[in-house]
Every structure is written in C-alpha cells, then in structure tokens.
C-alpha cells in the first residue's frame, strides 16, 4: 500500500479488525520511511460494475459517490453514520448480485430509493427530488402520496393529538 504523505510502498499493517458486521477489514498502517500512520478498508468486491447512464456513457461504478448522495439526502435527520454505511454496503451487494457486470443509472436509483424508504422518509423525498428531477410542487405531492399510500396506518412523527 503505497503512504499517502510520502508515496513511499514500505508500509506496515500495523492492527485488523473486522467493521461493518464484518463486510470489511479496517487495518492501520504505518510508513516505514516516513513513520505516518492511516487507515485503509478491504471490502470483498464480487464484480467490478459499470454504470451505464441515462445519456449512454458508462463510467465506473463509484461506491464512494453512493455514500455521499445517500449521506446527503439523510444530512440532519436522525440516523447515525453507522447505519448509513451499512444501507451503502447492502445496496453494493444487491447490485453486485444482480449477476451483470453493467447497472443502469435507473436500477442504481430504485434502489436507493427502496433502502430510503425503509429509512426516512424525508430522505425518500429528498433523493426523489433529485433522482426524478422534480420541477414542480405537485412533484413532490405525488411523491408524498405515493409514501402515504404504504404508511396510511402510520401516524407522522410530527403529528400531535
């Protein structure tokens, strides 16, 4: 593993332990010519993925840019970091299992979506707005009705008798 301060190959793991319900190792290291320490992750990647855009590019799937948009639309809503690492690695291994080497930028989407729901549903909304380009007010009443047709039993968390 190459020192991010030095660039120098001669490093050193220093500690393993498993994270994330053991879905990755986190290991220190150390750089033996410059004595700096970092962290690295090691995930078990069953297929490299391509996402095929709406425009017909393809680009390599990023795992990273996953976690930021989920982590932004559940930016200040009560969930902890842990969970949405653990929604991030799940949605990574149901697309890797999906048994193609190309995900479109669709599926990719619905899905995040799916795991949003379960979630937050002001998260939901937030991705839809995005994802679906929402324009217009009556976008996001569709979108509410939509989540209010599955939790009708369910009260608001904000509602008060």
Do not use: W
Not at 118 to 141: C, L, Q
């Amino acid at each position: 593993m190459r020192c991010p301060n030095c660039a120098s190959l001669d490093t050193q793991v220093k500690d393993s332990r498993p994270t994330e319900d053991s879905a990755a190792i986190r290991r220190r290291r150390v750089c033996l010519s410059c004595n700096f320490r970092f962290t690295t992750f090691e995930r078990v990647q069953l297929r490299e993925l391509t996402v095929l855009k709406r425009n017909g590019r393809r680009v390599p799937f990023d795992r990273d840019k996953l976690a930021r948009s989920i982590s932004i639309a559940l930016r200040k809503r009560p969930v902890e970091p842990e969970r949405i690492e653990q929604v991030v690695s799940k949605i990574v291994r149901e697309l890797e299992s999906l048994g193609e080497s190309e995900v479109s930028s669709e599926t990719i989407g619905e899905t995040v979506m799916e795991h949003l729901r379960g979630i937050d549903d002001v998260a939901y909304v937030r991705f839809a707005s995005v994802y679906r380009n929402f324009r217009e007010p009556k976008d996001f009443e569709a979108a509410l009705a939509e989540l209010s047709g599955d939790d009708e039993a369910k009260p608001s968390a904000g509602a008060r008798k």
